[in-house]
């Protein structure tokens, strides 16, 4: 079946503007995690829904950063008045509920840079 | 809070040789998960093993297995006959078994090249 799609691939911005970023998980999968990954570093953790739910949203840098998922599915990624250092690929991540092993399936990101 | 560390920013390998990939961890807690995720240049994650830390047997996936120590905190990866495929950044990942803490601590990665 399909795996989990971000949208766009690439976004380019100027400072100070917004950007939604899109995911779309896997179908059925109740869990979905944003995660950022800066140039040479690995992912961090932004925030974590559990169907339409913040879960865990202890990642999210600053109140510039807001995520949401209406229906429990699609998710998008707001940043507010974007700044240099948002520069980086966001990745999003789906899986089922935590008794089938916990495995996180990845989609390949949008990378984001801001001019 | 955990912390996953890879000491080793890049790896080469010979074509069908074997490498091994280094990962220490810091938590405090007993029961937790651990991964190795594959990325290659497409980036997207794809997950290679995973190990449950109440479970001695250490996992393995075909050419793939882990060396996995709870008590020094080291689960390293294992390679054999390595592939040109093969070749992608290596990432390290922990993950809590309690409910709600649902997030992957990453680490930062091993580059691994491999020489036809």
């Known amino acids: 079946g399909a795996g989990v799609s971000q949208t766009p691939s690439n976004k380019v911005t100027e400072k100070g503007k917004y950007v939604e970023l899109r995911c779309d998980p896997i179908s059925g999968h109740t869990a979905l995690y944003w995660y950022r990954q800066s140039l040479g570093q690995g992912p961090e953790f932004l925030i974590y829904f559990q169907g339409t739910g913040a879960a865990d949203d202890s990642g999210l840098p600053n109140d510039r950063f807001f995520a949401v998922r209406p229906e429990g599915s699609v998710s998008t990624l707001k940043i507010q008045r974007t700044e240099r250092g948002d520069s980086a690929v966001y990745l999003c991540?789906?899986?089922?509920?935590?008794?089938?092993?916990?495995?996180?399936?990845f989609g390949p990101g949008t990378r984001l840079t801001v001019t | 809070a955990q912390t996953v560390t890879q000491s080793q920013p890049e790896m080469s390998v010979q074509e069908a040789e074997t490498v091994t990939l280094s990962c220490t961890y810091d938590t405090s807690e007993s029961d937790y998960y651990l991964f190795w995720y594959k990325q290659p240049p497409s980036r997207q994650m794809i997950l290679v093993i995973r190990?449950?830390?109440?479970?001695?047997q250490n996992a393995t996936e075909n050419r793939f297995s882990v060396n996995f120590q709870k008590a020094a905190k080291s689960f390293s990866l294992k390679i054999s006959d390595s592939q040109l495929g093969d070749a992608a950044m290596y990432f390290c990942a922990y993950r809590s078994a309690n409910f709600g803490n649902e997030k992957l601590t990453f680490g930062t990665g091993t580059r691994l090249t491999i020489i036809p």
């Open positions: 991540a789906s899986s089922l509920v935590r008794d089938t092993g916990y495995e996180q399936y």
């Open positions: 190990q449950e830390a109440y479970k001695q």
